[in-house]
């Protein structure tokens, strides 16, 4: 690993010298630019004086983040194309002059059905912008994977970043979907990529509590009535935002890194949560048997709400594994950086969405 050298801003923010004489001239690329990790990385990027251009699928953006952050006079600029990940004629044009590229675009899906359109975006997708960031020769490719992409346990263990790929039952077919994403971009670096990977557990924080892992809070706040004692690793949405540029800002290379706050039970993020909103606390536990139970439940209920459910059959049994994510390896590389208290994450997000209701 080369050697970084730090400094911190006038506002205090940690920065890499190395970076900051060239990045006012530069033009990223984001793609994902209004999913929840994707839109809080051009904030953090906007913020920074980057020039962003970001590709988006429909015309609705954000709503939450600030409006005033995509326009402000001392923020950097942000220019919106539209684009789908397996169209490699949008893709290629939509890199013309890009310096850099942050790869956030991906589905996350638990429920059967859409597994084929999982697929598609998260390999075929991965393996269009590695291959056309290699003909255009982008100079540095930042991907946003997950820890899904590492495996699971199901005995209490703790991950590292060397975990080793196993295909077993616990796997979802999402944490397949990432993994092998993930190894078109190591094919990329095989290739003379230059790239980072970040491996974020699950995310939390204020979105669209409609979709992706923002929906815990939906679930939760209309009191939800199921639990589990599984153990998982959560991390906080802005802070998967800062170690994105901070790594991205840095000369690191060839290598992944876990992004963890805290590894809790989801009965206690359940329960911190409901207390955030001042709801009850889930009063049923999921046992093995039970959970099975309950997912079909919720699937007959989703056909005549027409809504989706939180707990789906791979859900059900991820919410059952105790898994620990080591979080040293990322805390090593960035001097100064921390991880916010799931506590104030979890409080600051309740807090939020009760101010949108």
Known sequence: ?????????????????N????????????????????????????????????????DQLPH????????????????????????????????DGVDCIIHSAAKVSFVSEE???????????????????????IRRFLHVSSVAALGRTSNGETINEDKQWEPTKINTNYAVSKYYAEMEVWRGIGEGLEAVIINPSTILGFGDWNNSSSAIFKNVYNEFPWYTNGINGFVDVEDVAKASILLFESTI????????????????????????????HPLKEATP???????????????FTRKPSLLTKESARIAQTKTY???????????GFSFTSLQDSINNACNKYLQTL
Do not use: C
């Not at 994902?32 to 994707?38: E, K, L, M, N, P």
């Not at 402000?72 to 169209?87: A, F, M, Q, R, Y």
């Open 64 to 95: 939450f983040i600030p409006s005033s952050i995509f326009n402000h006079p001392t923020n950097g600029s942000l220019e919106w194309v539209k684009g789908h990940l397996l169209d490699m004629a949008a893709i290629e044009e939509a890199m």
């Open 1 to 17: 690993m080369r050697t970084e050298n730090w400094g911190r801003n006038p506002e205090g923010d940690i920065i890499n010298i």
């Open 253 to 280: 290379n060839n290598e992944r890194y876990i992004l963890n706050g805290e590894n809790w039970s989801f009965r206690q993020l359940f329960n911190t949560i409901a207390d955030g909103f001042n709801k009850k």
């Open 289 to 303: 048997f039970l959970a099975s139970v309950a997912w079909r439940m919720e699937k007959v209920k989703s056909l």
């Open 115 to 137: 597994q084929k359109e999982m697929f598609q975006t998260n390999i075929e997708g991965t393996a269009n912008m590695v291959n056309a960031a290699l003909t255009k020769n």
């Open 19 to 58: 970076r900051l004489i060239t990045k006012l001239e530069e033009m990223v690329l984001v793609t994902g630019g209004t999913g929840f990790v994707g839109a809080y990385i051009i904030k953090e990027l906007l913020e920074k004086g980057y020039h962003v251009r970001a590709i988006r699928r429909t």
């Open 325 to 335: 994510f080591d979080n040293t390896k990322i805390l090593s590389a960035l001097p």
